[in-house]
């Protein structure tokens, strides 16, 4: 099963870009990478998720590298309301179990 | 959080006590599986269910059961409660297997004391 590893936290000033970078370089060439965020002690919220292609939607922006060790997730305009802690997560190769670790504790500022 | 839905949000119980956490989705799942969060931790797999009448464990059963008699419903059973089973507990659901692509839905929370 493939492990990511992310910074434990970062800042970002209100109406910038948020770059929120993931490594995960023993994954496998057929397994998904999903970004979740939990905000105080919520239950998670899916942001997206991507196997090799760039992926967008409504909430944010998935990169992926070209080798697939590493993928970043994008913000584009951060508001207060974002600020939460976000997983990137790889799921076992049976399918069946997503493993969170530390995420990043993203807070944006004012 | 689509779907998803948890009863109580909010319990207190004595040690030794038992008692069910309910969770319902109305999306037609196969997929469900109950999750605990520790404070500062990351979430951990309870048990999980590939479908009615199939269960099976997850990183941490000891202490629970559940059942899965129809598509919708996946009740956690706590059969004596212990103070290391305080904790939040957040039920999920997915189409079907996440190494397919397929997204996982989470429930708001139960948040559990045992004292």
């Known amino acids: 099963d493939a492990k990511t590893t992310q910074p434990p936290s970062m800042d970002c000033a209100e109406g910038r870009a948020a770059n929120l970078p993931c490594n995960h370089s023993?994954?496998?060439?057929?397994?998904?990478v999903y970004w979740y965020r939990q905000i105080h002690s919520q239950g998670p919220q899916y942001i997206i998720h991507?196997?090799?292609n760039n992926e967008t939607n409504e909430m944010a922006s998935l990169i992926i590298t070209e080798d697939r060790k590493s993928s970043t997730l994008i913000l584009p305009h951060a508001t207060l309301r974002d600020t939460a802690v976000y997983y990137c997560?790889?799921?076992?190769?049976?399918?069946?179990?997503?493993?969170f670790g530390g995420g990043t504790r993203l807070m944006v500022k004012p | 959080n689509a779907g998803v839905t948890q009863t109580p949000k909010f319990q207190v119980l004595k040690t030794g006590q038992s008692m069910t956490l309910q969770c319902a989705q109305d999306m037609n799942h196969e997929y469900m599986s109950w999750y605990r969060q520790d404070p500062g931790m990351g979430l951990r797999l309870i048990h999980y269910s590939v479908g009615a009448g199939i269960t099976d464990q997850g990183e941490v059963p000891n202490g629970y059961n559940v059942s899965r008699s129809t598509t919708e419903d996946f009740p956690l059973r706590l059969l004596s409660a212990a103070p290391s089973q305080t904790s939040v507990y957040f039920c999920a659901s997915s189409y079907g297997r996440m190494n397919s692509g397929n997204t996982i839905y989470f429930g708001e929370g139960s948040w559990l004391t045992v004292v």
């Open positions: 997560i790889v799921p076992n190769n049976a399918g069946n179990m997503l493993t």
């Open positions: 991507g196997l090799k």
């Open positions: 023993t994954i496998s060439g057929n397994e998904y």
